[in-house]
């Protein structure tokens, strides 16, 4: 390939590729409990659920039921997704106050 053929393929827009969410093999499971813990290279999500109906109970256990791993840049888009997926939820529904 010449030169100029290069600089003209580079010159000209790509097309970006469709993406395609394939959701047969996914699972779906509940968590009403997340946390967060993270190294320099990935960022752990820990999901689980409780179950203590009582105020004044000594102890909280929750069932870890799954654990997410990513890469710090995978943790810094699904931040922004989340972000803009609770504002369009408060703008339908209300400020939600922890």
């Known amino acids: 390939m010449s ?3 290069t600089v003209q393929n580079m ?3 790509q ?3 469709t993406l395609v969410w394939d959701d047969s ?3 779906t ?3 009403n409990v997340c ?3 993270g190294t320099r290279e990935e ?3 820990l999901f689980g659920t409780h179950q203590t109906w009582q105020q004044d109970a000594k102890e909280v256990r929750v069932a870890l039921s799954n654990r997410i791993v990513m890469n710090p840049y995978a943790a810094k888009r699904l931040h922004a997704l989340l972000e803009i997926a609770l504002k369009e939820y408060e703008g339908r529904y209300g ?3 922890l």
Request: net charge negative.
């Open 3 to 5: 030169d100029q053929a």
């Open 11 to 13: 010159q000209q827009p």
């Open 15 to 17: 097309e970006a590729p």
């Open 25 to 27: 093999a996914m699972q």
């Open 29 to 31: 499971q509940y968590a």
């Open 35 to 37: 946390n967060v813990m």
């Open 43 to 45: 960022m752990a999500l």
């Open 95 to 97: 400020e939600l106050k």
